[in-house]
C-alpha cells in the first residue's frame, strides 16, 4: 500500500538555522516525490519534485531534497531560514502505477522565531 | 490568469442544505481532483477523474458527487450536507507524471 509519514507533527527553528524535515514513503514502484508548502489560509504550492536522475533536487524558495532509495526517504532542507517560510509542509508520493493520485503524509509545521 | 480557480472561497450552510462546489482549470491538464483537507490539515483524495476513468475514493459517502461538464471543469455536489463535512476542499489538476496544481480552496462550514 502507499503511505507517507512525517514523523515531526510541529517544528521549531529560529532564522537564519538550517532545517530538516523528514519524510518516508512506501510505494510500490519507483515513486513519484514531492514536497509541497501552504501558507496559512492558502493553497498547496509546489516546492519541488522528483521523477527521476540526479537523486538530490532543486526547489523554489532555496529548498532542496534529496531522494534516499535505500532508505525509502525524501527530506527536504534549508540551509537558512527566513521567517517567511513559517507554514505547513506536506510531503506526496504517487506515480503512474497509481492513476497519478497522491498520497500525502500528515504535514509538518514550521513554526520560526526570531 | 489562476491556473486552477475554486468558487466560492468560503460557503457556510445548515445541514440538510444541497451546495456545490465549481472548479475550472486552464492549464489544458487532462486529470482533475478534488481533496478534502479537515481540521488536522490530513489531505484525502476523494475523486480524480480525466476524460476515460473516474476513481472514487470508496471512503467518500455517496452524497459526494463530481460532475465534469469538460475537461476543463470538476465540480463537487454535495447532498444533505453534515456537520461532518464541515472542512477545506482543493480541487487540483496534473497531467499524468507531473505534478498538481492546487486551487486556493473552499472552506465549508455546515451549522
Known amino acids: 500500500a502507499q503511505s507517507v509519514t512525517q514523523p515531526d507533527i510541529h517544528i521549531t527553528v529560529s532564522e537564519g538555522a538550517s532545517l530538516e524535515l523528514r519524510c518516508n514513503y512506501s510505494?510500490?514502484?519507483?515513486?513519484?516525490l514531492f514536497w509541497y508548502v501552504q501558507s496559512p489560509g492558502q493553497g498547496l504550492q509546489l516546492l519541488l519534485k522528483?521523477?527521476?536522475?540526479?537523486?538530490l533536487v532543486q526547489g523554489i524558495k532555496g529548498f532542496e531534497a534529496e531522494f534516499k532509495r535505500s532508505q525509502s526517504s525524501f527530506n527536504l532542507r534549508k540551509p537558512s531560514v527566513h521567517w517567511s517560510d513559517a507554514a505547513e509542509y506536506f510531503c506526496?508520493?504517487?506515480?503512474?502505477?497509481?492513476?497519478?493520485?497522491?498520497?500525502f503524509g500528515t504535514g509538518t509545521s514550521l513554526t520560526v522565531i526570531p | 490568469d489562476t491556473a486552477v480557480s475554486q468558487t466560492p472561497k468560503y460557503l457556510v450552510t445548515q445541514m440538510g442544505n444541497d451546495k456545490s462546489i465549481k472548479c475550472e482549470q486552464n492549464?489544458?491538464?487532462?486529470?482533475m481532483y478534488w481533496y478534502k483537507q479537515d481540521s488536522k490539515k490530513f489531505l484525502k483524495i476523494m475523486f480524480s477523474y480525466n476524460n476515460k476513468e473516474l476513481i472514487i475514493n470508496e471512503t467518500v459517502p455517496n452524497r459526494f458527487s463530481p460532475k465534469s461538464p469538460d475537461k476543463a471543469h470538476l465540480n463537487l455536489h454535495i447532498n444533505s450536507l453534515e456537520l461532518g463535512d464541515s472542512a477545506v476542499y482543493f480541487c487540483a489538476s496534473s497531467q499524468l507524471g507531473d505534478g498538481y496544481t492546487f486551487g486556493s480552496g473552499t472552506r465549508l462550514t455546515v451549522v
Open positions: 492549464l489544458g491538464h487532462d486529470t
Open positions: 510505494y510500490g514502484a519507483t515513486p513519484y
Open positions: 506526496a508520493v504517487g506515480g503512474i502505477n497509481t492513476g497519478n493520485q497522491f498520497y
Open positions: 522528483y521523477f527521476s536522475g540526479d537523486t
